[in-house]
């Protein structure tokens, strides 16, 4: 089952998952109607409904559930960002604990951005956490799930890095502003991007769902993570844009403005690495960040 499974990443997944053979669920607010590889039941994220007798049985429990932080952090979007998380769990801990036959496996997602603006320190799973506003909505989010008394269901946190596919994402809107001319340095381009490819990052969801030895708290990301100047200097040359206009911290913060978001998601970054990923040998599919952006953007 996936809650909150109808976005960029949930779609991947369940494509991936229905490939795999199994029969997919996705709790939604807006259930979509006709065929496809997803069944959808209504949910409002928040509280218990009928969709909890298809958690009871299930092979496993993925929540993807939580409003975007691509807004402007207001006091009313800073409140829907935490209470979307928070009480999904909540929700989703209720339900399983009501199982007479709870699912083997709960998968939750979290993000780097716990680590907060890290520099080029290297962060593993073991790394500081920050002390913004992001890192206080990731810290109150695993918390939450610590919080859960699921004794029959193994439990593994996700924090996702920027996943890069086809049809959606933050990567869709690089690509929007490259084509615009707009595809250039952002702020300093040294904070790092911790990246990784949608297709590596389902096999991720699959071996927290199937392997009985992954367990805990995982960065979910790329061994090779790259600056921003690397970054934009590769999506330009797989879309064969030859240049793009360095944007200032003063010109991001302006158009964040008008763009209606937050300037410290593309002006802050950290140096992350998938360690417990790589101790256990998972094998990436998806290492070079050049050829990654040239496959997805069908660019050679």
């Known amino acids: 089952m996936l809650a909150g499974g109808s976005g960029f990443l949930g779609t991947a997944l369940a494509a991936d998952l229905a490939t795999a053979g199994y029969e997919v669920v996705n709790l939604t607010r807006t259930p979509r109607t006709g065929p496809g590889v997803v069944q959808d039941l209504r949910w409002d994220g928040r509280t218990l409904g009928p969709w909890v007798e298809v958690v009871d049985g299930a092979a496993a429990v993925v929540n993807l559930t939580g409003r975007s932080v691509d807004c402007r952090y207001t006091a009313a979007n800073r409140r829907e960002i935490v209470e979307s998380r928070v009480r999904s769990v909540e929700a989703i801990g209720g339900a399983i604990r009501g199982c007479v036959r709870p699912p083997s496996a709960w998968v939750q997602t979290g993000s780097l951005?716990?680590?907060g603006d890290a520099g080029d320190r290297v962060c593993d799973e073991t790394a500081p956490h920050g002390d913004d506003f992001s890192v206080d909505v990731c810290e109150r989010w695993e918390a939450k799930v610590e919080e859960q008394v699921t004794p029959g269901t193994r439990r593994t946190?996700?924090?996702i890095g920027f996943a890069l596919g086809r049809g959606g994402g933050a990567l869709e809107k690089l690509v929007r502003l490259a084509r615009l001319g707009l595809g250039g340095?952002?702020?300093?381009?040294?904070?790092?991007?911790?990246?990784?490819h949608v297709s590596d990052l389902s096999q991720m969801f699959r071996w927290a769902i199937e392997r009985e030895d992954v367990h805990g708290t995982y960065n979910a990301t790329g061994p090779t993570p790259v600056t921003n100047a690397t970054f934009m200097?590769?999506?330009?040359r797989a879309l064969g844009v030859r240049f793009g206009p360095p944007a200032p911290a003063l010109a991001v913060r302006l158009g964040a403005f008008f763009?209606?978001?937050e300037p410290s998601l593309a002006l802050t970054g950290r140096r992350c690495?998938?360690?417990r990923f790589t101790r256990q040998g998972f094998t990436f599919e998806h290492t070079d960040v050049s050829e990654a952006l040239a496959g997805l953007l069908e660019v050679s």
């Open 233 to 236: 200097r590769e999506l330009r």
């Open 273 to 275: 690495v998938p360690a």
């Open 185 to 196: 340095t952002v702020g300093s381009g040294r904070q790092y991007i911790s990246w990784l």
């Open 157 to 159: 946190i996700l924090r």
């Open 113 to 115: 951005a716990i680590y």
């Open 259 to 261: 763009m209606r978001t």
